[in-house]
């Protein structure tokens, strides 16, 4: 099998790791599919899907529901469970054969694991943790516009670069960069949950997508897996609430009472969920599943409540996509309120009742 990373003329469609557990899609399987149609629409390609396991093949058009017009199945007993060594090795084989472009893997812990695995073995790059991605040069410059304070004036650019634009967090989160990697494909990067947006599912493209079994040598692996044990899932699914209310050092003056007022205004919200900034979590007022940032989870939920947060970059890396952001501080300079849709400044403890109360009566009055 001829395979050069470096000749990458010979590389060409946009396809998508989909990652399944026991029978079931992740979410960010989703998210990343939806992305990676506007990645392959920019790039005027085809958009792949590539689907591992034993008896999975009935998921492959739920991948076309989301805007992949092909999916690869490869099914092999030995891929029942993820195991590191099996799954890379069945990657690397179908991305040799059929070289991609580009390939984009969640950055869940199974895909934590396998991405760089994958690289390494296609000797091409990786960048990891990717919050922005583009190929068309006009798309990328439109975010530079918006997102950065670079003065584009002073700057070229090379309007036919077709290679993927991998923007994601640098030096600790102070600075965005964006990555490419020119000389090597496939471009390879992962997502972390909630960050790309999940688009419609369409039942046409489900039922027209193209499935086609892909076969596999594999190796005996030196690593079995004997059982699978799963934790019970403590508390709630943060990533796809849709209300959360977060909770920072700001709560400090009375802790008990503090989370009390956010769980109850989470409650008359509607069925919201409380997490909170990284200093909540390392003071132990929160399990470490429910930091929200950019060490932390990615959320987007319609309500956005930050209570006592200050709203550092690394904490709105992780929420600044929310539909609509209530930012309650004492300080009306805290960044918070540039990220906020409506801001109240003033003392949580006094202003949390209120509007606890005020959403009561309102409910109270339909
Ligand atoms: P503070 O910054 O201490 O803010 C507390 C706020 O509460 C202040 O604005 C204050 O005015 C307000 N306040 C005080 N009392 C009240 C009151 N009674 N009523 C209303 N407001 C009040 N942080 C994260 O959150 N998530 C991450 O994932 C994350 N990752 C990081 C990764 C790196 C590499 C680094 C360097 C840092 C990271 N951080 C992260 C930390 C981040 O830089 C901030 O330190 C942190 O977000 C601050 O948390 P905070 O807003 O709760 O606390």
């Given at each position: 099998m001829e395979y050069n990373s470096a000749k990458i003329e010979d590389f060409r469609d946009i396809w998508v790791f989909c990652e399944q557990r026991r029978g079931k899609l992740m979410e960010t399987d989703f998210?990343?599919?939806?992305?990676?149609?506007?990645?392959?629409?920019?790039?005027?390609?085809?958009?792949?899907?590539?689907?591992?396991?034993?008896?999975?093949?009935?998921?492959?058009?739920?991948?076309?529901?989301?805007?992949?017009d092909k999916v690869y199945v490869i099914e092999d007993p030995a891929l029942k469970d993820y195991s590191s060594e099996t799954y890379a090795d069945a990657l690397c084989q179908i991305v040799m054969d059929k070289k991609p472009e580009v390939l984009l893997i969640g950055a869940s812990t199974i895909g934590r694991d396998l991405a760089p695995r994958c690289a390494a073995r296609l000797h091409t790059g990786l960048t990891a943790d990717c919050t922005h991605l583009d190929i068309d040069m006009n798309k990328y410059l439109d975010f530079?516009?918006?997102?950065?304070?670079?003065?584009?004036?002073?700057?070229?650019?090379?309007?036919?670069?077709?290679?993927?634009?991998?923007?994601?967090?640098?030096f600790g989160g102070h600075m965005m960069a964006t990555i490419t990697c020119p000389r090597f494909r496939p471009c390879m990067s992962t997502v972390r949950p909630g960050v790309m947006k999940k688009g419609e599912?369409?039942?046409?493209?489900?039922?027209?997508?193209?499935?086609?079994?892909?076969?596999?040598?594999?190796k005996d692996p030196l690593v079995k897996v004997v059982e699978i044990v799963t934790e019970e899932k403590k508390g709630v699914d943060?990533?796809?609430?849709?209300?959360?209310?977060?909770?920072?050092?700001?709560?400090?003056?009375?802790?008990?009472?503090?989370?009390?007022?956010?769980?109850?205004?989470?409650?008359?919200?509607?069925?919201?969920?409380?997490?909170?900034?990284?200093?909540?979590?390392?003071?132990?007022?929160?399990?470490?599943?429910?930091?929200?940032?950019?060490?932390?989870?990615?959320v987007r939920p319609k309500i956005y409540v930050a209570l006592g947060i200050s709203g550092a970059i690394q904490h709105k890396a992780g929420m600044q996509d929310s539909e609509t952001v209530i930012a309650v501080n004492t300080n009306p300079s805290a960044p918070i309120f540039e990220a906020a849709t409506y801001g109240i400044a003033g003392d949580l403890f006094e202003v949390v009742p209120k509007m606890i109360a005020s959403i009561k009566a309102a409910k109270a009055a339909k």
């Open positions: 998210e990343l599919v939806s992305e990676g149609r506007k990645l392959a629409d920019e790039r005027h390609s085809q958009l792949v899907g590539v689907l591992l396991g034993y008896n999975v093949k009935g998921l492959a058009n739920e991948i076309g529901g989301y805007g992949a530079l516009k918006e997102a950065s304070s670079i003065d584009l004036s002073t700057r070229k650019f090379k309007m036919e670069d077709t290679n993927l634009k991998m923007t994601r967090p640098a599912y369409d039942e046409v493209k489900a039922k027209n997508v193209l499935v086609e079994d892909y076969s596999v040598t594999l943060l990533t796809g609430a849709e209300i959360v209310v977060a909770v920072g050092a700001g709560i400090s003056k009375d802790v008990e009472k503090g989370m009390a007022l956010a769980q109850e205004l989470a409650d008359v919200l509607g069925n919201g969920v409380v997490a909170g900034s990284r200093p909540a979590v390392e003071a132990g007022w929160l399990d470490h599943e429910l930091q929200i940032g950019q060490t932390g989870k990615t």
